[in-house]
């Protein structure tokens, strides 16, 4: 079935350090790809999008890219500050079937020291 | 202000007994969801209605019942609670035929079955 998968559940850094977070996936059918993130005590909320035409996406000082051939998408974040402590979700979608039928990764806690 | 409430924000049952968890959504979106966050899994996607009708379910179970009285309202009946069923349930929403995919999510409704 359809999956997503992030590797990373935990992630610590000091701020202004790099943020890298690695996600893979396995679908039949053409995804558009997300990024969430959810802070304490509140739902998530869409971060970035990222649609296999463009392949990247930037918000907020965070991008995403996607690489077709190897079924991965990864965000990233030159310079992390303590607000940015949160857990990350890489989700996955089809737009043409059912826009809010999403699958979630399983999150990366990012805690940042400050 | 929060525009899509759930009620109540923590709730404890026994096992056996029911309960209604509450959404409303204030944001003028006609396509309203149910998500359930189990510990130590990922968001996992229940329910999606449009117009107040059900267009998708992804609940194995028929104890769980989605009940649509207005167009921004979608509640979530659970009967014969299990304590498997202990999670966080977020109501979310979007604007259908917006094909964006983003959708808002509530501040959820954390469920404890004893």
């Known amino acids: 079935g359809d999956s997503v998968t992030q590797m990373q559940g935990q992630v610590t850094l000091s701020e202004d350090d790099f943020l890298f977070i690695n996600c893979t996936y396995s679908?039949?059918?053409?995804?558009?790809l997300f990024w969430y993130v959810q802070y304490p005590g509140e739902g998530p909320q869409l971060l970035l999008k990222?649609?296999?035409?463009?392949n990247k996406g930037i918000s907020r000082g965070f991008e995403a890219t996607y690489d077709k051939g190897t079924t991965s998408f990864h965000l990233q974040k030159a310079s992390v500050q303590e607000s940015d402590s949160a857990v990350y979700y890489c989700?996955?979608?089809?737009?043409?079937?059912?826009?809010?039928?999403?699958?979630f990764g399983q999150g990366t806690k990012l805690s940042i020291k400050p | 202000d929060p525009k899509i409430i759930q009620k109540p924000k923590y709730l404890v049952a026994v096992t056996g007994s029911e309960k209604i968890l509450i959404c409303e959504q204030y944001l003028g979106h006609n396509a309203m969801y149910w998500y359930r966050q189990s510990a130590k899994k990922p968001l996992e996607f229940m329910f999606s209605y449009s117009y107040q009708k059900l267009m998708d379910n992804q609940t194995a179970s028929s104890r769980f019942q989605p009940q649509s009285s207005k167009k921004n309202h979608l509640d979530l009946q659970i009967t014969a609670l299990k304590p498997d069923d202990s999670a966080t349930y977020f109501c979310?929403?979007?604007?259908?035929?917006?094909?964006?995919?983003?959708?808002?999510f509530g501040e959820g409704s954390k469920l404890t079955v004893l």
């Open positions: 990222v649609t296999t035409a463009n």
């Open positions: 679908t039949t059918w053409y995804p558009t």
């Open positions: 979310a929403s979007s604007q259908e035929g917006g094909n964006t995919g983003q959708l808002y």
């Open positions: 989700v996955l979608g089809d737009l043409n079937y059912n826009q809010g039928k999403l699958i």
